[in-house]
């Protein structure tokens, strides 16, 4: 996997509206004796879309910035430049100060800077070498700016040069005909390369059925896993597209040129070029039956490291043994400490220098981890670095989201008692070193970045200092950080947890405790909204759902002890508004209808029994409405304890797949929490409506000091009963003393 720097750059690439400004296509022919157009693409990423929001600025001591753009495995790349937007200041030698970019670390353009444009914003454009991108190509942008011809001070404010968020990176690309392979899977449906968000259109059976709707999830989820942090999206279209990648799922109604139904000779996977344009690839996941069809889905997501050539037959899958809870590949182990090899994406990750001072790992953890105040998370680090010759400020500071834990001051080379030291074959000096520390429980949530970044202070002295060698740390994969002291806790509902990690529906990772609810003879929108949930299933545990159930009826009475999510628009999903739902709001085309918050429920609960506290006209808010709304709900299912129901709904087509997308949109997601979030446009309201319940266990120890913490009126009580039973205590023990004496008398 690429570095997380990749991963961090192409955030804002994920923008639905950036990929499609960002890519325009041309055609040109290929030769006088072709005639067939190929298409020409042309991608145009600003430097805010590939993670730089705020720009760029470079200096004497930070001379430098990496972006990444991969380029896909089925395109040649024929043109590439940057236009660069910047500014930087007067009192530099411009004759001898430059602007570098590299491509895969070779040279690949270079601009002198022209002191007549010194001070005033302006464009820099650079061609950059087409034949250096490839795969996963990192552009890095170097400066190297003087301001003297003997000395220069790396932290002197004359050498800046500011880059514009607006500066592109142009591509211009053909595409490739790849060979008919399996092999390649998941490209180039999916391609790792490519840091766009990926949308990708599907061909389903004509009669859906559950198990076909099933299939076509658990596919959606493993597109999803492989998408990762880029997201997948999909559009369901009738026939193989001549111009996008497509997947085909059949039983024999829509079959690859030549072939027929009588051709499928059980669970088949079969990869076929498009007839007008042999460069776009068309998958055909095929069955005679459905169950067939659902068997070579599996045969793809499971065995498809092992498949090779263009066709194969499923004969046999594994689904492999049952999943434990906690245990989705994403999620940091919370059984054991965890060594940080673990959490690296790529060799050199923890590896850092002068010139790039931080190095950072992603933590992702389960959302229902339960801190209290004084409780820390244990981490043993260990570290080397390049040891300065003397004490000074050099430092490592250890940072969790942005908020500083600890600092330690780098030893010099003197001190060698207390530590180690190692020599490499270039003669330089690295101590090792280690620390035991406690990141506080409190500064941790789902998401994290743990980041070390080291402070190398330039040795010398006078007027002219210079920097010899370039400084290095590392910090070593044998470090470990533990979790294992944090119980699983959390009160529910809430959509917070479920909307950055779809807890608790993720708690098993291959879906196995979770029921996906459909109406009957679901809508093409319908469809499709569930596929992007799936999708974002598949993203959020880095797994196939392989195990969920779904059911496609209007009265679902198999959902069992089991946690449910419900989708549809308000009027097809009329068996929520029964009695027993006890639904946090009720939602349709005219009347929306929320209930009493927690605290009137229980203050109503003090003279009214539980059968007078199920949800009325006269215990709820009614609003009287037209407008569209969309609503995503969260309840404790009727249907078993401690089980979550969640409802994904709108009072119209709009509105309900607006609120679909909310989940998949970063700005959004922040939005969501409670148990009630409507959607109305771009405003998100929520609310944390109805009853609640507990997901999870505490030892009893901490469950009394909760309550102590909660009601301090119960330590005056609690200390007051102490009083009266000791004293009890006491009198008997005296009164028992005096008796024996009296008697001893």
Request: charged share 20%; hydrophobic share 40%; net charge negative.
């Amino acid at each position: 996997m690429r570095p997380f720097i990749a991963l961090a750059v192409c955030l804002a690439c994920l923008s639905s509206h950036a990929q499609e400004n960002a890519t325009t296509t041309v055609t040109t022919p290929t030769s006088a004796q072709d005639s067939a157009p190929v298409a020409e693409r042309a991608r145009v990423l600003t430097f805010a879309q590939m993670g730089q929001a705020d720009g760029v600025r470079l200096s004497g001591s930070s001379r430098f910035i990496e972006l990444n753009s991969g380029i896909r495995l089925d395109e040649l790349v024929t043109r590439a430049s940057l236009s660069l937007k910047v500014l930087y200041p007067q009192g530099m030698r411009h004759d001898q100060s430059f602007i570098r970019v590299y491509v895969n670390n070779q040279l690949s353009g270079i601009s002198q800077l022209n002191s007549n444009r010194a001070g005033v914003p302006h464009t820099m454009d650079i061609e950059l070498d087409p034949v250096l991108f490839s795969d996963f190509a990192s552009v890095r942008i170097e400066y190297d700016g003087t301001y003297d011809t003997e000395c220069v001070d790396p932290n002197n404010p004359t050498l800046r040069f500011d880059i514009r968020p607006e500066s592109t990176l142009s591509i211009v690309s053909t595409p490739l005909n790849l060979v008919n392979d399996l092999a390649l899977l998941p490209a180039p449906f999916f391609d790792p390369r490519d840091n766009r968000k990926l949308r990708l259109p599907l061909v389903l059976p004509t009669e859906q059925t559950e198990t076909s709707t099933k299939a076509a999830g658990v596919l959606a989820s493993w597109m999803g896993a492989q998408a990762f942090y880029r997201q997948a999206e999909f559009d369901l279209i009738d026939s193989a597209s001549p111009t996008r990648h497509t997947i085909i799922l059949t039983t024999g109604q829509k079959m690859p040129e030549g072939m027929s139904a009588t051709d499928i000779e059980g669970p088949t996977l079969m990869m076929a070029n498009s007839a007008e344009n042999p460069w776009i690839k068309h998958l055909y996941v095929m069955g005679r039956t459905d169950e067939e069809l659902l068997q070579a889905v599996y045969g793809l997501v499971i065995e498809g490291q092992v498949l090779s050539g263009q066709k194969a037959l499923v004969k046999k899958v594994d689904l492999g043994a049952p999943r434990k809870p906690y245990d989705a590949p994403r999620y940091v182990s919370t059984e054991r400490p965890v060594r940080f090899g673990e959490l690296i994406d790529f060799q050199g990750q923890l590896e850092v220098s002068s010139d790039k001072p931080r190095a950072a790992v992603s933590l992702r953890l389960p959302p229902d981890l339960f801190s209290w105040a004084g409780r820390n998370i244990p981490m043993d680090l260990k570290y080397r670095y390049t040891a300065p010759s003397k004490w000074n400020d050099s430092l490592l500071n250890i940072e969790i989201n942005n908020s500083l834990i600890q600092s330690f001051r780098l030893a010099p080379r003197s001190e060698q008692v207390q530590n180690k030291i190692n020599i490499n074959l270039l003669g330089q000096a690295e101590l090792t070193s280690e620390e035991s520390l406690q990141i506080p429980a409190f500064r941790v949530g789902g998401n994290n970045e743990l980041a070390f970044s080291f402070g190398f202070m330039a040795e010398g002295g006078g007027n002219c200092t210079r920097v010899t060698q370039v400084a290095r740390g590392s910090i070593d994969p044998e470090s470990t950080l533990d979790f294992s002291d944090l119980p699983h806790y959390t009160r529910m509902p809430n959509l917070t947890a479920f909307a950055n990690g779809g807890y608790p529906f993720t708690i098993m990772a291959d879906l196995s405790d979770t029921v996906v609810v459909l109406p009957a003879n679901p809508t093409p929108l319908e469809i499709k909204s569930y596929l992007n949930v799936m999708g974002l299933f598949g993203q959020w545990t880095g797994l196939p759902a392989t195990r969920t159930s779904v059911l496609v009826t209007d009265s679902p009475e198999n959902i069992g002890n089991k946690h449910w999510l419900a989708l549809g628009t308000s009027d097809r999903l009329g068996w929520l508004n029964t009695a027993e739902m006890n639904l946090p709001m009720v939602l349709n085309s005219t009347e929306r209808s929320m209930g009493l918050p927690p605290a009137f429920q229980w203050l109503k609960g003090l003279w009214q029994s539980d059968s007078e506290l199920q949800p009325t006209e006269q215990a709820r808010a009614l609003i009287q409405t037209a407008g569209s709304l969309g609503a995503i709900m969260g309840f404790e299912s009727h249907l078993a304890d401690k089980k979550a129901g969640l409802v994904i709904t709108g009072t119209d087509q709009d509105s309900f797949e607006r609120a679909v997308a909310a989940l998949s949109d970063y700005g959004d997601v922040a939005q969501i929490k409670g148990s009630v979030s409507l959607i109305r446009s771009d405003e998100i309201q929520s609310y944390s409506l109805g009853n609640t319940y507990i997901s999870g266990a505490l030892p009893w120890w901490l469950r009394l000091r909760i309550a102590f913490s909660e009601y301090p009126a119960l330590i005056a009580v609690g200390g007051a009963l102490a009083g009266v039973i000791l004293a009890i205590l006491a009198f008997g023990w005296l009164s028992s003393r005096a008796s024996r004496r009296t008697k001893g008398g």
